[in-house]
């Protein structure tokens, strides 16, 4: 049985920063593409971050570029995600996702498996 369990999440000021973690279970970690994906309350789930299987590729969302750094550690099977700088538009719940591909993900529908998500909030 996979499992995506997300930590991290919380209450942030403007201007501050928060780091996220997913921890992979069931899986064969290394033969999968991940990725975090954030929701907002009456939007709809969107990419952040993606990083191919061996993690030499990594994709951002424009809104997050050179603030939000996706990494991978395939031993430990864990996906992280570094927010700094954050602003209160980034407040939504974000979700692991994996996808059986070598390159990074771009879509919901590419995601093999969801994990149940972890609330961030950036206050004013």
């Known amino acids: 049985q996979v499992q995506l369990v997300e930590s991290g999440g919380g209450l942030v000021q403007t201007g501050g920063s928060l780091s996220i973690s997913c921890a992979a279970s069931?899986?064969?970690?290394?033969?999968?593409?991940m990725g975090w994906f954030r929701q907002a309350p009456g939007k709809d789930r969107e990419i952040v971050a993606s990083i191919s299987w061996v993690g030499g590729t990594t994709t951002y969302a424009d809104f997050v570029k050179g603030r939000f750094t996706i990494s991978r550690d395939n031993a430990k099977k864990m996906v992280y995600l570094q927010m700094n700088r954050l602003k209160p538009e980034d407040t939504a719940v974000y979700y692991c996702a994996a996808a059986f591909r070598t390159t990074p993900l771009v879509r919901t529908t590419q995601v093999d498996y969801w994990g149940q998500g972890t609330q961030v909030t950036v206050s004013l």
């Open positions: 069931g899986l064969t970690f290394s033969n999968y593409a």
